[in-house]
């Protein structure tokens, strides 16, 4: 929003910086801050009314685990809240991706805060079934993947980039959107296994937003691509700005979520940080750059797929506990 100051620029005085992308970047990352800080407890307090008991604990779990009895959870309200807001008022509205990716973090927010109001309301561990969180989480995944194809070059549409071969493309054809569905859709529900421990998800998540936010920049500039020999996505540099945002409003949640932590993320954070890094990652071509920089997630989702797999062949597990954080 504030990018539209530039109309009233003559390219000489102090309205010219709102062209700058890093500029919008800092002042997006300082907004979600100051967001988390002046909101965060504020609506703790609400969530530990409205919420009572706050969320429930699995009877089976660790025994470390029962002492975090009490506390509310969709703190992701508060990430959620600060990176509209920051990216509202900072990014340029003209731009495709960052309403690609906006409208895919509402979008799984709304389903996690459907999941977690369903478990706080009747005080279960269940709450939304896992096949229509899925069905949602895919078919809004088909429409950002089909929305973002729209919007790439040419000579990139249905193509999936190697990393760390320079400038090496796969042409998927029609697996394309299929592909970048099941990245989404992965992604959101790789974060939400990991958010577990206080601070455990959302450390991980501003790591791996930050880093995508630098592909972002880089790929979206014409010299920084002809230098690094990497493909150019014409726009995705705005990106920057939501991942500032982000990281504003994670570093802000993170001094309410820290040991002991005052409030959960929940599945309303989980599912919309996600969602939101798989977003990144198809809108600016680095799919598979994603499992790199999202390590921790990749491990997590795979201690999962292990231990069903296993269980279901032999009966025993083989984590004690799975995830296995």
């Known amino acids: 929003m504030l990018y539209w100051l530039t109309l009233l620029s003559d390219g000489g005085d102090f309205f010219n910086l709102f062209r700058y992308i890093t500029f919008r970047a800092g002042g997006a990352f300082l907004t979600a801050l100051i967001f988390g800080f002046l909101f965060g407890q504020p609506l703790i307090d609400v969530l530990r009314k409205r919420q009572g008991k706050g969320q429930p604990i699995r009877d089976d779990g660790p025994e470390g685990h029962f002492v975090k009895a009490g506390t509310p959870t969709m703190g992701g309200l508060l990430i959620v809240g600060a990176l509209l807001t920051s990216t509202l008022m900072w990014a340029r509205l003209d731009n495709p991706f960052v309403w690609m990716v906006l409208l895919v973090t509402v979008a799984f927010a709304a389903i996690g805060f459907a999941d977690d109001y369903a478990k706080v309301s009747k005080q279960t561990t269940t709450g939304v079934s896992s096949k229509m969180r899925l069905l949602l989480g895919f078919v809004i995944a088909g429409i950002a993947a089909y929305w973002a194809a729209q919007f790439h070059p040419a000579e990139l549409q249905n193509q999936l980039a190697l990393p760390v071969f320079k400038n090496t493309l796969i042409n998927l054809g029609y697996l394309f959107v299929p592909f970048s569905m099941l990245v989404i859709v992965g992604a959101a529900n790789a974060v939400n296994l990991t958010d577990g421990l206080d601070g455990l998800a959302i450390m991980p998540v501003m790591i791996a937003s930050g880093a995508l936010g630098v592909i972002a920049y880089a790929v979206g500039r014409v010299d920084f691509t002809e230098y690094l020999d990497v493909h150019y996505v014409p726009g995705t540099g705005e990106i920057l700005v939501f991942t500032a945002g982000l990281f504003g409003g994670g570093l802000g949640f993170l001094w309410y979520n820290a040991p002991p932590a005052a409030v959960f993320m929940g599945d309303t954070g989980s599912l919309a ?46 984590f004690l506990m799975a995830p296995i954080h």
């Not at 977003?279 to 999202?294: D, P, R």
């Not at 795979?302 to 597990?317: E, M, P």
């Open 273 to 318: 940080l996600g969602g939101a890094l798989g977003a990144i990652a198809v809108a600016t071509k680095h799919e598979l750059v994603l499992a790199i920089v999202g390590g921790l997630f990749v491990v997590e989702a795979l201690s999962v797929i292990i231990q069903v797999l296993y269980f279901k062949r032999t009966g025993k597990r083989v």
